[in-house]
């Protein structure tokens, strides 16, 4: 099976500092994804990328930004953290669009 | 802009009712369609998708989706729910392209009581 590993299962970080959240998954996937998900808003989109050192930004990208130097991770970077950028985050991977593994997330809490 | 749209956002069935989400999605070209489901604490499992063929798509624990093209809907439903469906579901839709992404609804909360 498709393994997609988040470094962190819980962070906390002070309002301003950068931010690093990893992802690496072991299936050699062209696509992976980081989505935020806040309740009763579903799972949005931040950014994407469908090969080495390419993104593409999602629906909510402003305050973040990413990193896919390798095909297999794909790293979130917060510039400078916020409050209102606490929340569950998921990365995820997918071969062709036709499967996708989600990993299992990391809350982040911002003070 | 893809966009999906969950009608329910909290659904309270008691056990054996039957169950019916509605999803609607808004997209201009072949889309992909896909459930998942999210028991509390547990993260993202995909419940079925549908590409193409046969509309009436059939995933497990018994659930199934029809897809309606001209209502640009993909509803799920299960004959009779369980506590053990108490849970969080999630409708996306991607379009076929390559380069694109998942986009998800908002999510309709089941709670099943027994």
């Known amino acids: 099976d498709v393994k997609v590993t988040q470094s962190s299962r819980y962070l906390v970080k002070r309002t301003g500092e950068k931010v690093f959240l990893e992802c690496v998954q072991d299936?050699?996937?062209?696509?992976m994804f980081w989505y935020r998900q806040d309740p009763g808003l579903g799972l949005r989109l931040i950014y994407f990328?469908?090969?080495?050192?390419?993104?593409e930004k999602g629906d909510i990208p402003e305050g973040y930004s990413v990193s896919r130097e390798k095909k297999e991770r794909f790293s979130l970077i917060l510039e400078s953290a916020s409050t209102n950028q606490t929340s569950m985050y998921l990365c995820?991977?997918?071969?062709?669009?036709?499967?996708?593994?989600f990993g299992s997330g990391t809350r982040l809490t911002v003070v | 802009a893809q966009s999906v749209s969950q009608h329910n956002h909290h659904v309270i069935l008691s056990e054996a009712a039957s169950l019916e989400l509605g999803c609607n999605y808004s997209?201009?070209?072949?889309?992909?369609l896909f459930w998942y489901v999210q028991y509390p604490g547990q993260h993202l499992q995909l419940l079925l998708k549908?590409?193409?063929?046969?509309?009436l798509v059939k995933g497990i624990k018994g659930f199934e989706a029809e897809f309606i093209k001209s209502k640009f809907s993909f509803n799920l439903r299960k004959p009779s729910v369980q506590w053990s469906d108490t849970a969080e579901y999630f409708c996306?839709?991607?379009?076929?392209?390559?380069?694109?992404?998942?986009?998800f609804g908002k999510g309709t909360t089941l709670s099943v009581s027994s």
């Open positions: 299936m050699d996937h062209e696509n």
């Open positions: 997209y201009g070209g072949t889309v992909n």
């Open positions: 996306a839709v991607k379009g076929n392209q390559a380069g694109t992404a998942l986009i």
């Open positions: 549908y590409f193409s063929g046969d509309p």
């Open positions: 990328s469908y090969d080495v050192k390419m993104k």
């Open positions: 995820a991977s997918s071969f062709e669009g036709r499967d996708y593994t």
